[in-house]
């Protein structure tokens, strides 16, 4: 079992920046990997991007590609999400998700955190 809570979500102006981050509890947080997701009003949830074990790997959705950054530090079991260049088309609530296992859905998920991007 992993817990995992995000932070550092809030408002800010297109064209600015934010950085989320996803501690999680547990041991074993390195054996995790980890991903970003968000859900806009009155849309499903995507993907955002995700992070081998080892951090050595990472993958974005296109609509992100070039902006956003996906980090962690195992030692400090927390998993980063940089945000550049904001547009208002990234306002939603992001989640963070962890799996142990290449393929499989993801099997622990965060609270949320609100991100608005005014125009």
């Known amino acids: 079992q992993v817990q995992l809570v995000e932070s550092g979500g809030g408002l800010v102006q297109a064209g600015g920046s934010l950085r989320l981050s996803c501690a999680a509890s547990g041991r074993t947080f390195s054996s995790y990997t980890m991903g970003w997701f968000r859900r806009a009003p009155g849309k499903e949830r995507e993907f955002v991007a995700a992070i081998r074990r080892s951090g050595g790997s990472t993958s974005y959705a296109d609509s992100v590609k070039g902006r956003f950054t996906i980090s962690r530090d195992n030692a400090k079991n927390t998993v980063y999400l940089q945000m550049n260049s904001l547009k208002p088309e990234d306002t939603a609530v992001y989640y963070c998700?962890?799996?142990?296992?290449?393929?499989?859905?993801?099997?622990?998920w965060g609270q949320g955190t609100q991100v608005t991007v005014s125009s």
């Open positions: 998700a962890a799996k142990t296992v290449v393929g499989s859905p993801y099997a622990y």
